[in-house]
């Protein structure tokens, strides 16, 4: 027991005590216990009264004078007032850095409640997204940013994903990212990237110009190399080992200005595909002849498993580009003698394109880097079969606008599988099925 308690119960025992006494010399028991009780009651009251006024003027004076218990209380209470202002004085420097540090950040931060409002935003998000402090809180967003691109992506957003919209200052881009956070709130994070755009633009422009200029030349190099071969005869024999390198080469680099110039063609055009139906099937009869024919002495064994009826919107001659991309890969890196099988099939998840090899795989660690540009496993191998290292780079473009990515499984000496996902939005309905609806559980017919 503490000593303000072992005091305090003195107090109450001598009182008792005094009543006793005085009930012994003057007899009237009860008219001293009443006296003393009320006495008590008395001192208590007067107490309490302090405290209460202490308290409702915020405790922030010194405590009220008292001794023995009374004094501990108000002594405790005083500390824990001194403790929580402290921690208050702690909290509100803490939150006026962290405003401080926000309003220098250069990118829009904006707080969203479960509904989408506004609940707070920094000053960068005042100019790039043109709110406003006053009137703006409490608003929901998408009354007040109304790009259609922006508002497709705050009801549908995934995690990871982010949109490009204009900005509300000077007519810059913004790219737009939403992380959800906490109880149902959102924080949307939107960065200028207008400089990183121009000079994106800068580089496919440059890319586009040089390919588009050395294409001539190369045409030219190329074309007379040829007819100088014709002409070879027996005093210009020598010639002619020299010139067939000149007349590959030029036509690799031809090749390899082709592969780019389509490239720039996929990153500039934003129109997305057109939802013109792509008769899938009869695409990828042609191109396993064409395989077939590129296999040659190989003696590939080429399957197709197509189901005729599938057919999905886009553009034939970017599909026809990707899927070929993927098949002549197939051949050119399957030893003599190997199975190559290539699958078109929808499923509940929407429809499927593969080409599986039975060549000697990926390693692991080179998988998510295949689809950059010249990147290559084994460089000379890729050359010697006349790889331009941009094959894969233009299935993901092409796939990116079917919002898909190339999937591929591999495993070195166990062959591999390189697949295209669209989703069921691209499937062509059959005649008499709803529009947009996925048809699943097909098994694709063989067709040898
Ligand atoms: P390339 O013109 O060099 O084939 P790609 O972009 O088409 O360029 O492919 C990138 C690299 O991926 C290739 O260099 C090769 O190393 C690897 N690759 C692609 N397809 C296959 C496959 N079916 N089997 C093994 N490796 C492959």
């Not at 992380?179 to 496919?204: F, K, T």
């Given at each position: 027991?503490?000593?303000?308690?072992?005091?305090?119960?003195?107090?109450?025992?001598?009182?008792?005590?005094?009543?006793?006494?005085?009930?012994?010399?003057?007899?009237?028991?009860?008219?001293?216990?009443?006296?003393?009780?009320?006495?008590?009651?008395?001192?208590?009251l007067?107490?309490?009264?302090?405290?209460?006024?202490?308290?409702?003027?915020?405790?922030?004076?010194?405590?009220?004078?008292?001794?023995?218990?009374?004094?501990?209380?108000?002594?405790?209470?005083?500390?824990?007032?001194?403790?929580?202002?402290?921690?208050?004085?702690?909290?509100?420097?803490?939150?006026?850095?962290?405003?401080?540090?926000?309003?220098?950040?250069?990118?829009?931060?904006v707080?969203?409640?479960?509904?989408?409002?506004?609940?707070?935003?920094?000053?960068?998000?005042?100019?790039?997204?043109?709110?406003?402090?006053?009137?703006?809180?409490?608003?929901?967003?998408?009354?007040?940013?109304?790009?259609?691109?922006?508002?497709?992506?705050?009801?549908?957003?995934?995690?990871?994903?982010?949109?490009?919209?204009?900005?509300?200052?000077?007519?810059?881009?913004?790219?737009?990212?939403?992380?959800?956070?906490?109880?149902d709130?959102?924080?949307?994070?939107?960065?200028?990237?207008?400089?990183?755009?121009?000079?994106?633009?800068?580089?496919?422009?440059?890319?586009?110009?040089?390919?588009h200029?050395?294409?001539?030349?190369?045409?030219?190099?190329?074309?007379?190399?040829?007819?100088?071969?014709?002409?070879?005869d027996?005093h210009?024999?020598?010639?002619?080992?020299?010139?067939?390198?000149?007349?590959?080469?030029?036509?690799?680099?031809?090749?390899?200005?082709?592969?780019?110039?389509?490239?720039?063609?996929?990153?500039?055009?934003?129109?997305?595909?057109?939802?013109?139906?792509?008769?899938?099937?009869?695409?990828?009869?042609?191109?396993?002849?064409?395989?077939?024919?590129?296999?040659?002495?190989?003696?590939?064994?080429?399957?197709?498993?197509?189901?005729?009826?599938?057919?999905?919107?886009?553009?034939?001659?970017?599909?026809?580009s990707?899927?070929?991309?993927?098949?002549?890969?197939?051949?050119r890196?399957?030893?003599?003698?190997?199975?190559?099988?290539?699958?078109?099939?929808c499923?509940?998840?929407?429809?499927?394109?593969?080409?599986?090899?039975?060549?000697?795989?990926?390693?692991?660690?080179?998988?998510?880097?295949?689809?950059?540009?010249?990147?290559?496993?084994?460089?000379?191998?890729?050359?010697?079969?006349?790889?331009?290292?941009?094959?894969?780079?233009?299935v993901?473009?092409?796939?990116?606008?079917?919002?898909?990515?190339?999937?591929?499984?591999?495993?070195?000496?166990?062959?591999?599988?390189?697949?295209?996902?669209?989703?069921p939005?691209?499937?062509?309905?059959?005649?008499?099925?709803?529009?947009?609806?996925?048809?699943?559980?097909?098994?694709?017919?063989?067709?040898?």
């Amino acid at each position: 027991m503490s000593r303000f308690w072992t005091e305090e119960l003195w107090r109450l025992g001598l009182g008792l005590l005094a009543t006793l006494v005085a009930w012994v010399l003057f007899g009237e028991f009860f008219l001293f216990a009443t006296l003393f009780l009320g006495l008590y009651v008395v001192r208590l009251l007067l107490r309490l009264r302090a405290l209460e006024r202490w308290l409702s003027g915020g405790a922030r004076r010194d405590p009220p004078e008292a001794t023995g218990i009374w004094g501990e209380i108000f002594h405790q209470i005083y500390l824990l007032q001194r403790r929580s202002l402290k921690r208050q004085r702690k909290l509100t420097a803490v939150v006026n850095r962290f405003q401080e540090a926000t309003s220098a950040m250069p990118d829009a931060a904006v707080v969203l409640g479960s509904n989408d409002e506004i609940q707070w935003f920094n000053d960068a998000a005042g100019l790039l997204l043109g709110l406003n402090w006053a009137s703006d809180r409490g608003q929901r967003i998408d009354n007040l940013v109304r790009f259609p691109g922006f508002i497709e992506f705050l009801r549908h957003h995934k995690a990871g994903e982010s949109v490009l919209m204009p900005s509300a200052d000077q007519g810059g881009t913004l790219s737009v990212r939403i992380v959800p956070y906490g109880n149902d709130q959102q924080l949307l994070i939107a960065r200028d990237v207008s400089q990183q755009q121009r000079l994106d633009q800068m580089r496919q422009d440059f890319v586009a110009n040089v390919s588009h200029e050395l294409r001539t030349p190369l045409t030219v190099v190329s074309g007379c190399a040829e007819t100088l071969i014709e002409d070879c005869d027996e005093h210009t024999e020598g010639w002619r080992r020299p010139l067939t390198l000149i007349q590959q080469q030029s036509a690799r680099m031809l090749n390899i200005i082709q592969d780019l110039l389509l490239l720039s063609t996929l990153e500039t055009d934003r129109s997305g595909p057109p939802r013109e139906p792509v008769a899938v099937a009869a695409m990828l009869a042609s191109i396993t002849e064409d395989a077939r024919i590129l296999s040659g002495e190989k003696g590939h064994t080429i399957r197709l498993e197509a189901d005729p009826e599938l057919d999905i919107y886009g553009v034939e001659s970017q599909l026809h580009s990707a899927f070929n991309n993927l098949v002549s890969n197939a051949v050119r890196y399957t030893p003599k003698g190997g199975e190559i099988t290539l699958r078109w099939y929808c499923d509940e998840q929407g429809a499927h394109f593969e080409v599986s090899d039975t060549g000697p795989g990926i390693p692991e660690e080179h998988i998510p880097r295949l689809t950059e540009r010249f990147y290559r496993v084994d460089v000379g191998r890729s050359r010697q079969s006349g790889g331009t290292g941009l094959g894969l780079a233009i299935v993901k473009h092409v796939l990116s606008r079917y919002r898909s990515q190339l999937r591929v499984e591999s495993a070195c000496g166990h062959g591999s599988t390189f697949a295209c996902d669209f989703s069921p939005d691209w499937v062509v309905p059959a005649a008499g099925e709803a529009p947009q609806v996925a048809r699943g559980g097909h098994t694709p017919p063989v067709r040898a």
